[in-house]
């Protein structure tokens, strides 16, 4: 069973400039997560989906910011216009159930390096 | 501001010994994940735990929860190098479906 893919998997960009990053979750799991770590810093969460629909966007820092799962199957995050401060590690995440219904198994993708210059 | 604090931040031991990582935290969480990340990869699932109190063993590691919910601890026997590796916990506030992750231990099993 393939895991969940990232792509790119590094991306330099200048200041000003668009960056879309993408995320195909394993098959199957309506939830998608993405999270970011910045240098230096813990890992933190972004936003999560169930399905096409947002449940959570409360970690977005900012309206440059621009996620979306048309679908309900992989997912975009849209930084425009990126600056300094974006640039870090961006990780996809997705699992079978959410909530502490049952332990909420999460499955990392490998993550996008984000340089922004 | 929910925080994971954990500790050690950094480690480095000598194949053989003993270890363990803790991993604080001032709210109740209804579950707590254990990972362990590699260079260029993303985090591991190791366990969940979610019950308070509750204790797993994989192989030499002991993950256990607080019986308030609100800290964990990985116990880690005869390390080998092969454990060397960015260990993370992530705690699911009550209420929510996101984790929050900690600060995270760099642990180095010298050989």
């Known amino acids: 069973e393939a895991g969940v893919t990232q792509f790119p998997s590094h991306s330099v960009i200048e200041k000003g400039q668009t960056v879309t990053l993408r995320c195909d979750p394993i098959s199957g799991h309506d939830n998608l997560y993405w999270y970011r770590r910045v240098m230096g810093k813990e890992i933190k969460f972004l936003l999560h989906?169930?399905?096409?629909?947002?449940?959570?966007e409360s970690g977005m820092p900012n309206n440059r910011f621009l996620a979306e799962r048309t679908g309900g199957t992989y997912s975009t995050l849209k930084v425009q216009p990126a600056e300094l401060e974006d640039s870090g590690v961006y990780f996809c995440a997705s699992s079978l159930l959410a909530g502490a219904r049952s332990y909420n198994e999460q499955f990392f993708g490998p993550g996008t390096r984000l340089t922004v210059l | 501001t929910q925080l994971l604090e954990q500790s050690p931040q950094f480690l480095s031991i000598q194949e053989g010994e003993n270890l363990t990582v803790y991993c604080n935290s001032s709210s109740v969480f209804s579950s707590l994940q254990w990972y362990r990340q590699e260079p260029g990869e993303g985090p591991v699932l190791l366990v969940t735990v979610v019950t308070g109190g509750e204790v797993k063993k994989l192989k030499r590691l002991t993950f256990q929860f607080g019986d308030a919910r609100k800290d964990s601890s990985l116990h880690i026997t005869a390390a080998q190098p092969g454990d060397t590796g960015l260990y993370l916990c992530a705690g699911e506030p009550s209420g929510t479906y996101k984790y929050i992750f900690g600060t995270g231990t760099r642990l180095k099993v010298l050989a």
């Open positions: 989906f169930v399905k096409e629909s947002k449940q959570d």
